[in-house]
């Protein structure tokens, strides 16, 4: 695993939308796939490269281009009311998150 240079880090942070994301790496995409799903896809893309590096691991060029491709793909195979990635969606089916540390305080008077 290489590290991501700064101008690499640079050239993604003017990256806005998800097909320019796509592009940029050179990814096939249905555009049909990416206009129903692009928010959905970038929120799958960040999720994957936040776990990524709570791994402890230095994130390159090839890891930055498997996770958005396996984002995309996730919507290819699957639709935004199957993946659940969206807080919204997350709520409707009944998942709801709730940090540990705000347990003990509700529970004292």
Do not use: C, W
Request: charged share 25%; hydrophobic share 40%; proline share 2%.
């Amino acid at each position: 695993m290489t590290t991501a240079s700064p101008e690499f880090l640079e050239e993604l942070a003017e990256l806005e939308a998800a097909e320019d994301f796509l592009d940029y790496f050179g990814i096939a995409y249905d555009r049909n796939v990416v206009q129903v799903n692009r928010l959905h896809i970038l929120q799958r893309y960040h999720d994957y490269l936040s776990g990524h590096g709570q791994n402890g691991g230095t994130l390159g060029y090839d890891d930055y281009h498997a996770l958005l491709s396996r984002a995309y793909e996730d919507f290819v195979l699957s639709d935004a009311r199957t993946e659940k990635v969206m807080r919204v969606l997350q709520k409707a089916s009944g998942v709801a998150k709730v940090a540990v540390t705000s347990i003990g305080r509700a529970a004292r008077p």
